[in-house]
């Protein structure tokens, strides 16, 4: 009789616990149930062995997130998919770039040039802007004749724009200076005053009005001959009012 009692007691005990366990099962069950379908995630079952819960049918991309869900169910120890894997791994962050990025496109320097300013049209900006030229690129000839160098040409040529465009109210005066020379001083002045002509011919192919240009002859006084520098080979021009 006593062995038959302790087999009696021993399968009791184990109904007993069979009994406890599948209730904790159904119990854990239930709440990852309700975990999932509050989640929006009922396409699939969760099934458990003791605290083990295995989950099935769930879309490949739900299957992470509904295992974490089910692993945050109190009283679950482990979950897993059906066929074993483990919860889905998210994908892993790039590799920071180790290219230094671009700089952002630089706005083009400011010019340093300024606009060019307006031409002068009152008598002494006229002059003043005549002066500047002519001592930066005096209107030269040859010695002893009235042709003209390649520098002083393009120097008359430069002058043309700001003789033509001003107001008409103005005349230019091209006075020819020549030293005197062995011809005496009546050669010097007819030299002077072909070079102020020689001048005034140019300008008017440059189309500055003849009828604002006056040519005058004269010498520089001096006993020295035309050879003696530009500055006695050369034409000035003075602005004067009509």
């Known amino acids: 009789m006593i062995p038959v009692a302790v087999v009696v007691t021993a399968l009791l005990a184990g109904l007993v616990t069979w009994l406890q366990g599948s209730g904790i099962q159904d119990d854990l069950a239930a709440r990852s149930r309700s975990a999932l379908d509050a989640a929006g995630l009922r396409g699939g079952e969760v099934k458990f062995s003791g605290r083990q819960a295995?989950?099935?049918?769930?879309?490949?991309?739900?299957a992470g997130r509904a295992l974490g869900i089910v692993q945050g169910v109190d009283?679950?120890?482990?979950?897993q998919a059906s066929g074993g894997a483990g919860p889905a791994q998210s994908a892993p962050s790039p590799e920071p770039s180790t290219t230094p990025p671009s700089p952002p496109p630089s706005s083009p320097p400011p010019s340093s040039s300024a606009p060019p300013s307006a031409p002068p049209t009152d008598r002494d900006g006229i002059q003043a802007e005549l002066d500047r030229k002519l001592a930066a690129?005096?209107?030269t000839f040859e010695p002893d004749t009235a042709q003209l160098t390649d520098e002083g040409e393009q120097a008359a040529r430069d002058l043309a724009p700001l003789l033509r465009d001003a107001p008409d109210n103005f005349r230019y005066r091209l006075v020819g200076r020549v030293a005197d020379g062995p011809g005496?001083?009546?050669?010097?002045?007819?030299?002077?005053?072909n070079r102020a002509l020689t001048v005034i011919r140019l300008l008017i192919r440059e189309d500055v009005p003849p009828d604002r240009l006056l040519a005058v002859?004269?010498?520089?006084g001096s006993d020295s001959s035309d050879n003696g520098g530009d500055s006695d080979r050369r034409v000035e021009i003075t602005v004067e009012q009509r």
């Open 137 to 139: 690129a005096p209107i």
């Open 184 to 193: 005496g001083r009546g050669a010097a002045l007819k030299l002077s005053r």
């Open 217 to 220: 002859g004269s010498t520089s």
């Open 75 to 79: 009283g679950v120890e482990s979950a």
């Open 54 to 62: 295995t989950l099935e049918g769930f879309p490949a991309e739900e």
